[in-house]
RNA sequence: GGCGGGUUAGCCAAGUGGUAAGGCAGGGCUCUGCAAAAGCCCCAUCAUCGGUUCGACUCCGAUACCCGCCUCCA
């Protein structure tokens, strides 16, 4: 079976052919963070599909060069730092930190490479000089030089915009005002005022880039003139990712991008996440409310790609106990397992089952239910006495295969403090003594110091609250 | 206005021309000093109205409502 994928420049799912004659080396590119603040969640719904995509691909033998530009340069950066007086490196420096902090939160594999756009100035002038002489650059009376569309006669395919209709709306950008063309955008932007020190010389002046030139730039430097696969939010459908094409393919005269994979938005409580209505989460606002990068990222990645994602902390909540079943489920298997070894050179019915779904263009929910299926089976199996070690040690091991392409990262299994330890050792001998007056304070002191006790047959078990 | 997506149980969400996966919540039971945890079981006829068909949630048409993009945005 092969992997199939929506790609959004056919509008279908097409089976998944990496250029690669081997069919073995996948090339993707995914649109990074602009680091001008702490990225979202909405931002990480996107970069934990891009993360279960790399994953499921690794898992089928493929071999990912997964590439992540970081924008540091752009119009947002560029005034908050006009603000501060900070300089450039050290403010993205900081905003790039969190973000590579949190996708670690999130257990995102790091990608291959993670470029900056500043530090591919001159290939991005050497570029632009390109599209100069390929005749579909211009440089304006304002020194800036833009892309002009009318030469690139299949602009508009991807977001099937019609480029003749492209009109002015109220959002057009006051500093563009002289392009020859509505739909032209900027290759190169002259330097104003307001950029300050933010600047870099360059055949047509001092000024700095333009916002898509970069992805176009840094996709060839790290990954060639054509590539497997092009990731983002659906919203950069249009203008950016278009305008990538029309960069990329005027100066290569090459195919850019085989597959484009877009992911819907995710919206809190049904709607946009904005600062002004209070439902704008980041991470740490999550990790401050109690939840684990692990919880958020179960509840992001649980919701097929390109369906919006209606987060809610109830669905937070929702994940937090799906994962303490999944948990309690797989050391149970463990346990049964004991020293069995399974064979590890063919995959169970469950592994095959999940990998089987996540095949079908990232059909996670399939992937799940296959998952929980083989959940119930096995604990029924288990509760009756009739799972075998060496199966336990099969379902194990097909657990752990699913368990890394969801890229859960392990729960910490920090033990108690010595402080909480000694009162559960103090409540376990209680018990033992029948003083359930005893030992039922000792679990209320337990627990007013933030871990709960809970027993079993095997003795009992903490855990931080 | 142009283009695109959606409407399945309280919430989230698969799926298919032959009679609805899964998760959370809820209910029942088991276990248990109590509790918690855990386990098992139960829990829908698929927005509305027409049509095609032996048969539609799944195909066609219409209606309603929701959402995204149309140069800030993952």
Redesign the pocket.
Known sequence: MSLRLYNTLT?TEEDFRPLDPSGKRVTLYC?G??VYNLAHI??F??FVFEDLLRRHMESRGHEVRHVMNITDVED?IIRSIHESGEDLRSFTGRFEAAFLEDLDALGCLRPTVTPRATEHIAEIIAMIQKLEKNGVAYKAADGSVYFSIEKFPSYGRL????RTQ?KP?A?V?QDEHSKEA??D?ALWKAWSERDGKVVWDSPWGRGRPG?HIECSCMSTRHLGETIDLHC?????????HEDEIAQSEAATGKPFVRCWLH?A??LVDGR??SKSEGNFFTLRDLLAKGFTGRELRYALVS??YR????F?L??L??AR??L??LD??AE?LREKAGGATADASKPGSLAAAFSGALD?DL?I??A??NL??A??ES??RM?GNELGAKDAAELWRDWKAVERVLGLPASDPAGAPPEIAALAEERKAA?QAKN?KR??ELRDTIHAKGW?V???PEGYKLTKL
């Open positions: 509008r649109c963070p602009t909405g931002n719904r996107t947002k977001s099937r915009l019609d492209l709306g959002r950008s509505y739909g955008f916002w983002g939010g659906e919203d950069l459908v249009f203008p950016h992911s938005h995710l946009k996440m919701v097929h369906l919006p994602l209606n809610t109830e669905n909540e929702a106990q799906t303490r079943r309690a489920w149970r079908a059909n929910s399939d799940l239910g929980f299926e959940l119930r604990n029924r509760d018990r359930w030992s039922d709960s809970k027993d079993s």
